[in-house]
């Protein structure tokens, strides 16, 4: 089955412990990217990558780090979580730059104490 | 700058209705516009698109209509079922990024 899958689906931690939201995708896709979705602001778009090694800063990406060392996964880093950061994450693939229809994982909710 | 946003937060039709959700962008160098459907607790699912290029696009049950001239977009469902009751994001996109809006929630009355 086609699919993104993100891990962990619920994540509590606390202020300063660096934590890694993983992110792969089965369908050979080049592109990858990151979204927080918060209430009131929509998705907002924090990294993407267009290809293995090849990412880029989105909206949002202040706090965050990524890594594209494989075409499948897509990890989201947060070396020093701050409560700022609790909010509702999403991983998206799709077959290249530029492709309208873009795979959605099932998110990650993320809380930050 | 560029922001993509909806006309209404919330939409309430009885089932059997036809459904119209509006999206206003200011960005008139989008390459293309896509719809995403939100159910809850799963991430957005691709609906339709359209590129810049076209004025209208079906796709089953579904109708988008793009003007240009008034930087407008709409979803069209006909037949609104209790299963289309989600949020509905549309997306602008160019180059290498989209931008959402934020979202209309649609309620299908049984």
């Known amino acids: 089955e086609a699919q993104v899958t993100q891990n962990p689906r619920y994540l509590i931690t606390v202020t300063g412990k660096k934590l890694t939201v993983t992110c792969s995708q089965n369908?050979?896709?080049?592109?990858m990217s990151w979204y927080r979705q918060d209430p009131g602001l929509g998705l907002r778009q924090i990294y993407y990558?267009?290809?293995?090694?090849?990412?880029d800063k989105g909206d949002v990406p202040e706090g965050y780090k990524v890594s594209r060392k494989e075409k499948r996964n897509f990890p989201l880093i947060l070396e020093s979580p701050s409560p700022n950061q609790t909010s509702l994450y999403f991983c998206?693939?799709?077959?290249?730059?530029?492709?309208?229809?873009?795979?959605f994982g099932q998110g990650t909710r993320l809380t930050v104490v | 700058g560029e922001s993509v946003g909806l006309h209404l937060p919330t939409l309430s039709v009885q089932e059997g209705d036809n459904s119209i959700i509006n999206c206003a962008y200011s960005?008139?160098?989008?390459?293309?516009f896509i719809w995403y459907k939100q159910e809850s607790g799963k991430g957005p699912q691709f609906i339709i698109d359209?590129?810049?290029?076209?004025d209208k696009r079906q796709g089953q049950r579904v109708t988008v209509l793009l003007n240009k001239t008034v930087k407008h977009l709409s979803l069209q469902i006909a037949a609104t079922q209790p299963g289309d009751s989600a949020v509905y994001f549309c997306?602008?996109?160019?180059?290498?990024?989209?931008?959402f809006g934020k979202g209309t929630l649609l309620t299908v009355n049984p």
């Open positions: 960005n008139s160098a989008s390459d293309y």
């Open positions: 997306a602008e996109g160019s180059n290498y990024k989209l931008t």
């Open positions: 998206a693939s799709s077959y290249r730059q530029g492709d309208t229809e873009a795979f």
């Open positions: 359209i590129r810049s290029n076209m």
């Open positions: 990558s267009m290809n293995v090694e090849v990412t």
């Open positions: 369908m050979n896709h080049e592109y």
